[in-house]
């Protein structure tokens, strides 16, 4: 644990890398102020996420912006063909199926006391949704207790023998796994969604969303 601190504290020394991770916070706190139709934008990029490219994501994001909230499925699946998605029919369905919660998206997350209750609820009511892209959704609009739980990540954590690589992720490994990023976090300062950009920038020389 102590190698990783001092990797953190160290990325924490340069200081255009703080400050492009505080302006990328920034943006996400900012994002929680927004419409539910532009969180619901939001979701869709993590639904796209899920086996892709987060990179490839934010390109397909970029183009189809509000088709997301009213495009056709038929029509969503054949531009995310279009621009590269693996998984078009099935993406395109998922979103579209979730439409249900668009306009109430941001006031049933809000409703609950708690970073966990807002993660179950997504992952049970959102097709596509794991904790992994739960994750990532609820760090993108200002939710900063939770951890994104990538193969990214998780080769930092096992390289530093933090943690031994998982066979399968299940929510009990999930979870394990947050732990020991919580007990990080708080031994260098950051939130879990600061962390996970240090981290991030460490295996890929990125600051992403």
């Excluded at 209750?117 to 609009?141: C, M, P, Q, T």
Aim: proline share 1%.
């Amino acid at each position: 644990m102590q190698r990783l601190v001092e990797l953190v504290k160290n990325l924490s020394k340069d200081k255009q890398l703080v400050l492009t991770i505080d302006q990328k916070i920034s943006s996400f706190k900012n994002l929680q102020k927004k419409s539910s139709r532009l969180l619901f934008q939001e979701l869709c990029f993590c639904i796209l996420t899920a086996n892709y490219s987060a990179k490839k994501a934010i390109y397909i994001q970029e183009n189809i912006k509000d088709g997301f909230n009213n495009l056709s499925e038929t029509k969503i699946a054949k531009d995310l063909k279009k621009l590269g998605h693996r998984f078009p029919n099935t993406r395109a369905k998922y979103i579209c199926y979730s439409r249900k919660y668009q306009d109430i998206l941001k006031k049933t997350l809000f409703s609950f006391n708690t970073s966990n209750e807002k993660r179950d609820w997504l992952v049970k009511n959102i097709k596509g949704l794991g904790y992994k892209e739960a994750s990532h959704f609820l760090r993108n609009i200002g939710v900063l207790d939770v951890a994104i739980i990538d193969f990214h990540i998780v080769d930092v954590l096992v390289s530093y023998k933090l943690i031994k690589k998982p066979k399968t992720m299940t929510k009990k490994e999930y979870l394990s796994i947050e732990k020991k990023l919580k007990q990080l976090a708080k031994k260098t300062n950051k939130t879990l969604g600061e962390l996970d950009l240090y981290l991030w920038f460490y295996e890929t020389k990125t600051v992403f969303k």
